[in-house]
């Protein structure tokens, strides 16, 4: 497969791994140990400048700090990391740049809110999850449900106005009623841009331990797809447009960044644990912070890396493009790779499961709630 013709943009994503506590759900690279946050920056800005020359004739779009809590970094931390990612990519302040940092709600007092007004943050994503006070309490996180509200009118009266919200469903025994009122509430913060996800149960999770020893029961598929089908119908009378399969946004509020990773756009990532690709290579840090210091200290990028062939390449194209409202582009497939998904989505096709419009192949809203199935079908085995 071709890459994204006359693409010459690349984003930036930094990996901000501290937590006051985790979550009982979630799977990310996280560490509680905030001592080590000061040496951590250091080790970031040591990576961008060992990393700069990737980004060399691309235009950055895009930066992204996510976790992990970065809302938990230190004010001196959060201005020195911007600072040096302004110096090591050339930045004056002038370019067109989504600059995303993922917060915690009850980290956004008033003095954090200023002071991320001051940075180049544009764009902020909070996890509020739920509204439901119980359910905050089960997964352990830390804010309240009325601590949302409060912090995106800081935000925005900082001046920051493009805002993200997170939302999850199917929490075991969660009722539709309930979601109803967990989407009302979400509608009503008239946020920009809205995610969400069905509750996943991740190996060695506290969450999955919780499964397994009889505490919990996981919602029914049956159930679960009803409300994500409620999610749908509700913010699409909202005004929402459902550009990917858990995305959300209102007109011209798509995030830029993520959308990199659905059509084809290669990105740096740096910090513990840290992915990056640029459509030959895969690659991925370390994930463990002293090591990751440690390395990035002696002028090493502590990484493995995955060559990218074409049998690779074109499957990565099925599982990220299809999850998008535009779909797959079949003009940058080659003869060969063009035949063999015509030849298997033809069932899909036939079904209704999957449609061909202006040169794109695309899930219909039937074939969403079975992504992953109709994804696999259409997969390419190298038998080579």
């Keep these: 497969m071709s890459t994204n013709n006359g693409c010459r943009n690349i984003g930036l994503y930094v990996h901000i791994p501290f937590c006051k506590s985790r979550c009982i759900y979630c799977d990310f690279y996280s560490t509680v140990r905030g001592e080590r946050q000061d040496d951590y920056v250091d080790a970031l800005c040591r990576e961008a400048d060992m990393r700069r020359d990737e980004a060399d004739g691309l235009r950055l779009s895009s930066i992204y700090l996510g976790g992990g809590t970065p809302s938990q970094l230190s004010t001196g931390n959060m201005e020195k ?4 990612l302004a110096k090591a990519f050339g930045l004056n302040g002038d370019e067109d740049i989504e600059v995303t940092m993922e917060c915690n709600p009850d980290d956004v007092s008033d003095d954090f809110a200023k002071q991320l007004g001051l940075l180049p943050v544009n764009r902020v994503s909070m996890g509020a999850q739920t509204f439901n006070e119980q359910r905050l309490s089960m997964l352990r996180r830390r804010h309240h449900s009325d601590d949302v509200a409060r912090a995106i009118d800081r935000l925005r009266r900082a001046g920051i106005s ?3 919200v997170d939302l999850m469903f199917g929490f075991p025994g969660e009722t539709m009623e309930e979601w109803e009122r967990d989407i009302h509430s979400a509608i009503a913060l008239k946020a920009d841009h ?3 996800y069905s ?4 190996e060695g999770t506290p969450l999955m331990r919780m499964v397994e020893q009889g505490m919990v029961t996981p919602v029914d598929d049956e159930l ?5 089908e409620r999610l749908i119908d509700r913010l699409d009378d909202a005004g929402y447009c459902h550009y990917e399969i858990s995305n959300w946004a209102l007109p011209h509020r798509q995030s830029r960044h993520n959308s990199s990773y659905w059509d084809d756009t290669p990105y740096i990532g ?3 644990a840290a992915h990056s690709y640029d459509r030959k290579t895969r690659s991925w840090n370390i994930a463990d912070i002293d090591s990751y210091i440690h390395a990035i200290g002696k002028g090493v990028r ?3 890396y995955e060559l990218i062939d074409r049998c690779t390449h074109y499957n990565d194209r099925i599982t ?3 999850r998008t409202r535009q779909g797959l582009p079949l003009r940058e497939l080659s003869s060969e790779e063009r035949s063999f998904l015509m030849n298997a989505a033809r069932q899909a096709l036939s079904q209704g499961l999957l449609t061909i419009s202006d040169d794109h192949l695309r899930l219909t809203r039937q074939g969403l709630f079975i992504s992953d199935s109709i994804m696999s079908d259409l997969i390419w085995i190298n038998e080579e």
């Design 194 to 196: 809205l995610s969400a």
């Design 320 to 322: 990220t493009a299809l």
């Design 270 to 272: 740096i910090g513990a």
């Design 302 to 304: 502590p990484a493995e």
């Design 199 to 202: 509750l996943t149960y991740e």
């Design 81 to 84: 990391l911007f600072a040096h």
């Design 162 to 164: 493009n805002i993200s």
């Design 224 to 228: 679960s797809r009803r409300m994500y």
